[in-house]
């Protein structure tokens, strides 16, 4: 089965710059998560979809984050304008929803460097 | 805000058991205990939940407390590979079924050595 694919793994940036990160999840799964992990720290949560609709994004900056879940499927992550603290590992999953809702499964996540 | 206390990090020895508390004293009636890894550059990886009945799989075992206060990890046989984060996490089901999303705390660092 394949896994949750994500790209590029890495990327560096100016500050003030723009970047976008793209995920597909495992096929079949309606949610799916984006998560930022700083060094050091466990990740956290930026946000959460169902199908194309938003669950939860109640900790994803809007100011210069943003992200969409077109068709149900691909998910893209935006960040504009990136400042030095967006350095992290940006972190997608994806699960299937149903009565007992399993386990998360992650991608390898991107990496971004912010100078 | 994490609802999980864990040691920020153990060691064990190869082929020993390896035994990751965890607590997690305000847990509702409703939420499941979860346990998940993260190697080194991977993203992170089930291992196995449960709710109040004890749990095991072909990579752990999971004892919950009969108060459900508290839980522990066990790898019955740790390798090297073995070596890496450790996150207990409680995990409640929305009514509309999506499923609440993970909230990681800091986790155990397992540091597994010959």
């Known amino acids: 089965e394949a896994g949750v694919a994500q790209s590029p793994r890495y990327k560096i940036i100016e500050k003030r710059q723009s970047v976008a990160f793209w995920c597909n999840p495992i096929s079949g799964h309606a949610t799916l998560y984006w998560y930022q992990q700083i060094l050091g720290q466990g990740p956290k949560l930026l946000i959460q979809?169902?199908?194309?609709?938003?669950?939860?994004d109640s900790q994803l900056p809007k100011d210069r984050f943003s992200a969409e879940r077109l068709k149900g499927v691909d998910s893209t992550l935006k960040i504009q304008p990136a400042k030095l603290e967006d350095s992290a590992v940006y972190l997608c999953?994806?699960?299937?929803?149903?009565?007992?809702?399993?386990?998360?499964?992650f991608g390898e996540g991107s990496r971004l460097t912010v100078l | 805000d994490a609802k999980t206390t864990q040691p920020p990090s153990m060691d064990c020895a190869e082929g020993r058991a390896a035994n990751l508390p965890c607590n997690h004293s305000t847990i509702s009636g409703n939420e499941y205990v979860y346990w998940y890894r993260q190697i080194h550059s991977q993203g992170p990886q089930y291992i196995i939940h449960?709710?109040?009945n004890n749990e095991t799989n072909e990579m752990a075992s999971l004892i919950i407390t009969e108060d459900r206060k508290s839980s522990t990890l066990i790898l019955p046989h740790a390798t090297l590979r073995d070596t890496a984060v450790y996150y207990c996490?409680?995990?409640?089901?929305?009514?509309?079924?999506?499923?609440?999303?993970?909230?990681f705390g800091k986790g155990t660092t397992l540091s597994v050595s010959s």
């Open positions: 999953a994806s699960s299937f929803s149903g009565p007992n809702t399993g386990e998360l499964f």
């Open positions: 979809f169902q199908n194309n609709g938003v669950v939860d």
């Open positions: 449960g709710l109040k």
């Open positions: 996490i409680v995990r409640g089901l929305r009514a509309n079924q999506a499923g609440t999303a993970l909230i």
